[in-house]
């Protein structure tokens, strides 16, 4: 006897009231042509977008029982949402997608083929996305941008969309950290993984809400969350400075015992006063950013607010 799983998918909805019917019957089209699994729920996490998405939501959930529903008190973000799906979720093995239908729910199928070879995560690599010029560039900024800050190597073309068996979701819930950046945290697990190619499919409905700047800060943000490398990168300015103002000495100390050349030179000074200085503050700066985490860590503050469910 072949016993049966359940399959919860999740996707965190911000300002696309238009995409919720299409991503539902999509999402439902797509489980009903796999047979391994018994039951299944969706779960819809509205991150207080404000424009009537939690009120279709609830239409959903009142005309279908598998649709759960899941209202945050406020905006926490997209990974905060995720997290929130996480951990109400039921499923023996969870899917997490964007509800853009950037990702195809077709793929649901495959990634599931994928992990049944006995992989415990499946990610989707998007093959040639559909992205605008801007947005792909924004991207690669934020890839290298991350690259160079944190160490890792991660594949650019892998976003939020993959299945995940019960075990990771349950390790994952373990770490409550306010700082969320799902896939990089999942990577950090080092359970088995893989990958397929599917295409990447052109926004349904709106507009990414991910801006340079945006994407900047979340790379900066994930470095200091996990990786001491922006500390090191001071201390090098700082070990830098400190040899090249000793170099610098001892040239003039040769001018004037050889040349007699007499060491002169204001402005040289107060640029030299001023450099050190901003490089000082800076490093101090770096420093606060890392004391800033760990404040906000030790105020064990949830890492979302649950305003409203339903079908729980």
């Known amino acids: ?39 299944y729920e969706i779960i ?45 979720c039921t499923g023996d093995w969870v899917v997490v997608m964007d509800c853009d239908l950037q990702d195809d729910p077709s793929a649901i199928a495959k990634l599931w083929e994928k992990a049944k070879e006995g992989y415990d995560v499946v990610n989707v690599r998007r093959k ?10 924004r991207s690669r900024l934020y890839h290298v941008f991350f690259r160079w800050l944190t160490g890792f ?57 991910y801006t340079l700047g945006k994407l900047l800060a979340l790379a900066l943000d994930v470095a200091v969350s996990y990786s001491n490398k922006p500390l090191h990168i001071s201390i090098m300015i700082g070990l830098i400075i400190s040899f090249s103002s000793m170099g610098i000495a ?17 402005t040289s000074l107060i640029v030299s006063i001023w450099f050190l200085g901003g490089c000082i503050i800076a490093n101090l700066g770096v420093i606060g950013i890392y004391i800033g985490k760990i404040y906000n860590e030790t105020k064990h503050r949830p890492i979302y607010v649950i305003d409203k469910k339903v079908n729980y």
């Open 1 to 39: 006897m072949v016993l049966k799983m359940k399959l919860s998918i999740i996707s965190p909805i911000y300002h696309s009231i238009n995409s919720i019917i299409p991503l539902y019957e999509q999402i439902t089209g797509s489980i009903k042509s796999i047979s391994d699994f018994s039951d």
């Open 44 to 88: 819809m996490v509205e991150d207080c977008g404000g424009d009537g998405s939690w009120e279709l939501i609830n239409k959903l959930a009142v005309n279908d029982v598998h649709v759960k529903g899941i209202k945050l008190s406020r905006n926490f973000g997209q990974h905060h949402a995720i997290t929130a799906g996480m951990d109400l």
């Open 128 to 137: 040639e996305r559909k992205d605008s010029f801007i947005k792909k560039t």
């Open 153 to 209: 190597s991660y594949d650019p073309q892998i976003a939020n969309f993959h299945i995940m068996s019960r075990k990771v979701v349950d390790t994952y819930k373990t770490m409550r950290e306010s700082f969320r950046g799902i896939n990089i945290q999942i990577h950090w697990l080092g359970f088995s993984t893989s990958s397929i190619d599917f295409p990447h499919m052109p926004r349904y409905d709106g507009k990414s809400s």
């Open 250 to 266: 001892l040239w003039f100390f040769i001018r004037q015992l050889i040349w007699k050349i007499p060491i002169t030179g204001w």
